[in-house]
């Protein structure tokens, strides 16, 4: 195996561009990283990647190898799946990423059930709002709420979310209620806007009688963690967009009530992402179907989620 383990190495290093994050992503050291680096160089007679001080590229050797090593792999995995499955025995580790209200509400809570049902399987979760790259960063199944682009990956929804805007009732008390779009931008309220590094826009597609129509929103407060702009619109700080299923104990216990509600936001998908080769893999499946089942009844309301 040791081969083999040099093999996926590799190919983290050369996916992720840096002999540190994929000693991370491999849970170990980067003088591990680079000793099976190199000892994978040594059996080859090749050098597979030009290092300096500052960048790690491929060699056209590398290039090569590259295209083989992860037909190699996925060969591997095909084996070990088919074996597994035949056992009815699925073991292993899922590495699984969300976002923050997502893994927090849906996904989070179930994960123990999960475990209980299929002891011989682990979970790792990873929770960020920010955008992630599904086969660089080596996930088997990552959770998505928006607007998908163009992908290779494999695309699983699950179910469409209302969403709304919404803001404490001390808010309104003090700025008024805001009947529309336009009134948000007329009577310059503050808007709590979800905003990552390089973001450029400040705008929220709201309905409007006309159709979809792009609203320049304002505000002193962003972020990047959607909670947090929960917590700031709790606290009296302006108004929030959000999925109807994050607020729906705020606005049911009358901590949140909605606002412009002649122009809501439009409904956005949930859906989960998968490389294609993964969903041969029997623990993936299983996965999937018991969250993409559990989510979809919290989301639409079919019935409440199962608490852990």
């Not at 699925?90 to 209980?116: E, N, S, Y």
């Not at 080596?138 to 992908?151: E, K, M, Q, R, W």
């Not at 792009?214 to 909670?227: A, W």
Request: hydrophobic share 40%.
């Amino acid at each position: 195996m040791s081969y083999v383990n040099n093999i996926k190495m590799f190919v983290r290093v050369y996916e992720l561009g840096s002999m540190s994050a994929a000693a991370r992503d491999q849970r170990t050291s980067p003088a591990v990283a680079s000793a099976r680096v190199s000892e994978l160089e040594k059996h080859l007679g090749v050098r597979l990647f030009n290092r300096t001080t500052r960048s790690l590229q491929p060699t056209e050797n590398g290039r090569l190898f590259y295209d083989g090593a992860r037909k190699v792999l996925e060969a591997i995995d095909e084996a070990e799946a088919a074996v597994i499955d035949a056992t009815q025995n699925p073991r292993g580790t899922i590495f699984v990423a969300a976002p923050l209200g997502i893994g927090r509400r849906l996904i989070a809570p179930q994960v123990p059930a999960f475990k209980d049902a299929y002891p011989l399987i682990d979970v790792r979760l990873r929770l960020s709002d920010r955008s992630i790259d599904v086969t660089a960063e080596g996930l088997d199944v990552a959770f998505h709420l928006g607007i998908l682009d163009d992908s290779t990956l494999k695309v699983r929804v699950i179910a469409d979310c209302p969403r709304l805007l919404c803001a404490s009732p001390a808010y309104v008390a003090r700025r008024g209620m805001p009947l529309d779009g336009e009134a948000l931008v007329r009577d310059r309220h503050d808007c709590l806007n979800l905003r990552f590094p390089g973001a450029k826009e400040f705008q929220w597609t709201l309905m409007t009688p006309e159709g979809p129509r792009r609203f320049e929103i304002s505000g002193p407060f962003e972020s990047d963690d959607g909670d947090v702009l929960t917590a700031w619109a709790l606290d009296g700080r302006g108004i929030v967009l959000k999925p109807a299923f994050e607020v729906a104990d705020h606005l049911r216990e009358g901590r949140l009530v909605p606002v412009a509600q002649t122009s809501p936001p439009l409904p956005v998908q949930l859906s989960c992402l998968t490389q294609h080769r993964r969903l041969k893999d029997p623990k993936i499946r299983l996965f999937l179907d018991f969250m993409v089942a559990r989510c979809k009844a919290a989301v639409t309301g079919e019935r409440p989620i199962e608490a852990a």
